[in-house]
């Protein structure tokens, strides 16, 4: 998946969560985001190594 895809899913997740008020969605939301986050930081290394 590209960031943005993950990115997108983590906000689908934040905003079910943010209805449900459930803490596994909130959960599963954050690491959603953690995930895109690490992606994008590591297609940064690989632009930079360029």
């Known amino acids: 998946m590209t960031a943005e895809e993950h990115l997108a899913e ?3 997740l934040l905003q079910t969560a943010h209805g449900a008020g459930g ?3 909130r959960v599963t939301a ?3 985001l953690s995930t895109a986050h ?3 930081a590591q297609a940064k290394r690989k632009e930079t190594k360029r």
Do not use: F, P, S
Request: hydrophobic share 60%; glycine share 0%; proline share 0%.
């Open 10 to 12: 983590a906000e689908k």
């Open 23 to 25: 803490n596994h969605a």
């Open 30 to 32: 954050l690491a959603a």
């Open 38 to 40: 690490a992606t994008i």
